[in-house]
């Protein structure tokens, strides 16, 4: 909002309050064992507890079981933190001025976080091991305007998100190798709801795809190129054909990527929306 309006007085008086109070509350502990460790980053949830985007739930437990410190919670919590810093300065509010915690976060998201082989993220880490499941949640490390991560490290993760995830029609939750992939989202409740998340193809993603290809790119013109004939032949392809005119939830992870859930999801119709500003801001060469 403040980059859209410079509406600094806005931001002060009616949201900087309520940030405030967030972070307060993260840093301090809150519900469903939410809180900050002493390496910076933010634990949430144990197991019986499905809090992150990533909620379906079968006979009450979790189908992604996500507690512990997820990846883009993490992501999440340093471009919050990044920001309140420089709205603390900015406001003179020595409470809110964090330069020692910045750093504690971003080496801490390093040294949990990255896996040197692939080039990537795990998804995440709990009891000390990390769950290396090759899921979209990592490319909100480099989409957002505060990257954890080094700006050499950005391309390896766009990459394998790219090969493992992307279709015509968003990412899909987990990489078609993984045992525990599901390619249709079909059947019962249960099987529908196993499915969910577990290859799942979500069109919201492709809007976090695409800012972290940008900003990873050498060539921002042929990476614009690229994602502009994506959105074409994404709207070409479905707009007509579940709801009219309308961006579906999901789809299936399998070719032909059927659309199913809802037929018109409002975060599936806001980012497309989002990537498409963002491409008209670039030049094409």
Known sequence: MLASTGDIGFIKDRLWPVMKRILTGYMGGTAFSIGMGENGLIHAGDGNTHITWMDAMVAGTPVTPRWGYPV???ALWYNAVCFAN???QLFGESAFHLPDLIPRIKK???DTFWV????CLGDVFRDGLLDRAVRPNQILAVSL???PLDP???KGVVDIVEKHLLTPVGLRTLSPRDREYRPRYEGDGKSRDSAYHQGTVWPWLIGHFGEARIKSAEDKAAAKRFLVNYL???IGRHMKEAGIGCVSEIFDGDPPHRPNGCISQAWSVAELIRLHMLLNDIPDD
């Open 116 to 119: 040197e082989q692939g080039a």
């Open 232 to 234: 074409r032949e994404f």
């Open 72 to 74: 883009e919670i993490n």
């Open 152 to 154: 050499a490290c950005w």
């Open 145 to 147: 305007p505060h990257s």
């Open 86 to 88: 420089e709205l603390g």
């Open 108 to 110: 801490s998201f390093v």
